[in-house]
């Protein structure tokens, strides 16, 4: 009986001494601290099953390996470097795993997965009404996502994208025009192509543009800072010293107005408009209604996940026509020969440009090479677990793959896989096309895929035909490549070109 008792009121003492002198207070406190988080750190690292996962040493211990990794922009290298050096599955954080296999895509990514988005998402959820507002894009529970996705999935149907033809069409002659007024002059046309995909995507989504070709002005990015860190965002915000332009919030902000000014009109004057806005007001109308916040998430996220993407892929195709001259020439002769016999209209449908194989290829060749987004696809491992590329992971982990990676997977697209070559679409045999469009991931894969995709295959696959049937394009920077910067976003800079009309060529 006095053992306790002599221990109870040992512990009191400690409690009484500790409380009484609050310096040796925090210093206790402190040692626990680290010493809890060193006994994590170190399970966490040496966890059986992720500790038998080759990557580089301080990925182990801590998720600011790849943070400190990518700040540079340069995750594609990184990561190809990663799986080069270590093999198809790479420890590239504590728990955090990047896989290079094409077996596993289907497991990850598959129809049915239970593998969620993770955390990472979050950062793109913008603010509404000072709450925040995940989209169709970043939101992470499946009951969610399906609700949000249902009552616009017929919106994105093919018969709505050609009914949206015309405001890709109202676009194409500014564009066509500006490069017309700038013939044999030095243009960046990395910034044209990102106005035009910006413009185009205002209109499909309230028939208004932007006006970036007319204005010729930068349009707002996310801010590498931002990408994926949740909390320097929010810090970024609460400080009130520098003021990073949001993005989120501009978006979120210019799709109030433009609902605010649909709605100040009569509706005689919208009512057979075949925009998002139109039409989702016209579902409302029929009995089908959506919060005012449903729509603003909608409308706001067409912008962000719609505008960019594009831009980048219309850039990606330019630069590698310009950069293999062989492929140019052959896309020109076919657009040119389907020209000559009345299959072109003066604006290139989009049922036309499906008809012409050698472009198509061109484009999704070139999409494959460059893809937009050429970061990790994080989702979480279900609690059930499971083994991929022979270890067996917990649930909790999260596993990604890269499109940027995958892409040049020699055992899918053969041994020239780094190379811009669009035959191999048209010139192998019906199942390697199949088994490389499985593990095409340009627009994601499976469960979330991307439901714009037809959306930009329209845009990207009218502009194309027109742009090389009026027009030659040449390099001509000073530099022989252009630069990509990738946070999340694989953007390019320096697509310098000097154009000249081909109007007599025709
Ligand atoms: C070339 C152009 C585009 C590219 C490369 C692209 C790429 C992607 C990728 C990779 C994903 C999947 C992301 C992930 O799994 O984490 C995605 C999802 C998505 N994209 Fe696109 N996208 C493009 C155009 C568009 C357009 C034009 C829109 C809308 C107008 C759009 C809307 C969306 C939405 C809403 C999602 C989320 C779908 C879901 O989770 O259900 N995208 N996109």
Redesign the pocket.
């Known amino acids: 009986m006095s053992e306790p008792n002599s221990h109870n009121s040992s512990a009191a003492r400690l409690i009484i001494t500790l409380s009484s002198d609050s310096s040796l207070y925090y210093a206790v406190l402190a040692v626990l601290v680290v010493t809890y988080s060193l006994i994590r750190t170190l399970s966490i690292a040496f966890k059986p099953g992720l500790s038998s996962i080759p990557g580089p040493v301080f990925a182990k211990f801590s998720s600011l390996y790849r943070p400190w990794k990518l700040a540079n922009g340069d995750a594609p290298q990184f990561y190809r470097e990663l799986h080069r050096r270590y093999g198809k599955i790479v420890r590239t954080g504590p728990k955090t795993v990047d896989i290079s296999d094409p077996s596993a895509v289907a497991t990850i990514?598959g129809i049915n997965t239970k593998f969620l988005?993770s955390a990472f998402?979050d950062t793109f959820s913008p603010f509404y009404q000072e709450t925040v507002m995940p989209?169709?894009?970043?939101?992470r529970d499946p009951a969610q996502?399906r609700a949000?996705?249902r009552p616009v999935a017929q919106k994105?149907s093919m018969s709505s994208i050609r009914a949206m033809e015309p405001f890709a069409d109202e676009c194409t002659d500014i564009f066509l025009d500006s490069m017309r007024k700038m013939e044999g002059q030095v243009v960046d046309l990395g910034d044209w192509l990102q106005w035009y995909a910006f413009d185009v995507?205002g209109a499909?989504?309230f028939q208004r543009r932007f006006g970036f070709m007319e204005k010729q002005e930068d349009v707002p990015t996310v801010h590498k800072w931002l990408m994926g860190n949740k909390w320097v965002a929010k810090l970024l915000a609460a400080q009130p010293f520098v003021k990073i332009p949001d993005p989120l919030r501009t978006i979120v902000k210019y799709t109030q107005e433009c609902m605010d000014e649909y709605d100040s009109r009569p509706a005689l004057e919208h009512s057979d408009r075949p925009d998002?806005l139109a039409w989702l007001r016209g579902e409302a109308a029929k009995g089908k209604p959506m919060s005012e916040r449903d729509l603003v998430n909608?409308l706001s996220?067409?912008?962000?996940?719609?505008?960019d993407?594009?831009g980048?892929?219309?850039r990606a195709i330019v630069y590698f026509l310009v950069k293999n001259p062989r492929a140019y020439k052959k896309l020109q002769a076919e657009v040119d020969a389907a020209n000559r016999t009345g299959k072109l209209s003066h604006y290139v449908s989009y049922a036309e440009c499906l008809e012409l194989p050698y472009p198509q290829a061109v484009m999704k060749e070139a999409?494959r090479c460059h893809?937009?987004?050429s970061y990790p696809?994080?989702r979480i491992v279900p609690d059930t677990g499971v083994k991929l590329c022979g270890v067996q992971l917990e649930g909790g982990t999260i596993v990604s793959v890269n499109?940027a990676v995958i892409h040049h997977d020699k055992s899918i697209f053969g041994e020239d896989a780094a190379l811009f070559r669009p035959e191999r679409w048209t010139e192998s045999d019906e199942e390697r096309v199949k088994f490389m469009d499985r593990h095409l991931?340009?627009?994601?894969?499976g469960?979330?895929?991307?439901?714009?995709?037809n959306?930009?295959?329209m845009?990207?696959g009218k502009l194309i035909p027109q742009l090389v049937r009026d027009f030659d394009i040449e390099w001509a920077s000073e530099r022989p490549e252009w630069r990509v910067k990738t946070f999340w976003f694989a953007k390019q800079y320096g697509l310098i070109c000097r154009l000249r009309s081909r109007k007599e060529k025709k």
């Open positions: 990514y988005k998402y989209s169709m894009f970043s939101i996502h949000l996705r994105f995507i499909i989504t998002f909608h996220n067409n912008l962000l996940a719609g505008s993407t594009t980048i892929s219309l999409m893809p937009g987004v696809l994080e499109a991931m340009t627009f994601g894969y469960s979330r895929t991307c439901i714009g995709k959306i930009s295959i845009e990207m």
